[in-house]
């Protein structure tokens, strides 16, 4: 599967402790995803967990590179009702930070605008807005969470579509 993201033009990559109530969110849409629908041979979807500088990070220095990314994960945003499914920029990725490991912190920010502004791959973040993260280790999402998946995995399944048209 590591071969896959240096050959793959597609990459969905689900960020998130799963540890951690609705902080799984990304890892529970690629599971779905993986388990409800048949994605193109040109598209991989990973589970990272919280390892998603390190691979970021790999793919700054291959000399292969996807096309697209689109990244999955839960955030705290203002304004936003719990379970809402929405699009952000890179840019707009909140500064407060759900867990040690979360996409919300440098240098990840850094090497995503990395990719996306010198080598050309489109990135899109689908996030869900939380209900609640725990202090302490709780597993599984919350309902409303949950729900929020199918509307995750439509999204991304239609940035997948606008890619065959690229």
């Given amino acids: 599967m590591i ?47 919280t390892s998603i500088r390190d691979i970021l990070f790999d793919l700054a220095l291959s000399e292969k590179k996807p096309q697209k990314i689109i990244i999955v994960d839960a955030v705290d945003y203002p304004n936003r009702n719990p379970g809402e499914v929405f699009e952000i920029t890179v840019e707009g990725i909140p500064k407060k930070k759900t867990s040690d490991f979360s996409l919300h912190q440098f240098p990840t ?25 725990p202090d302490s280790v709780q597993p599984g999402l ?25």
């Fill in 142 to 166: 919350s309902k409303i969470m949950e729900e929020a998946i199918v509307v995750a995995c439509e999204q991304i399944l239609s940035l997948i579509k606008a890619n065959d048209t690229m």
């Fill in 109 to 133: 920010v850094n090497i995503l605008q990395e990719l996306r502004d010198h080598t050309g791959i489109v990135v899109k973040i689908i996030v869900a807005q939380t209900n609640e993260i």
């Fill in 3 to 49: 071969k896959d993201l240096f050959e793959k033009p597609v990459l969905v990559l689900g960020c998130g402790n799963i540890l951690f109530g609705d902080d799984g969110f990304g890892p529970a849409v690629i599971n779905h995803l993986k388990e409800n629908y048949s994605l193109p041979d040109s598209v991989l979807a990973m589970d990272l967990g």
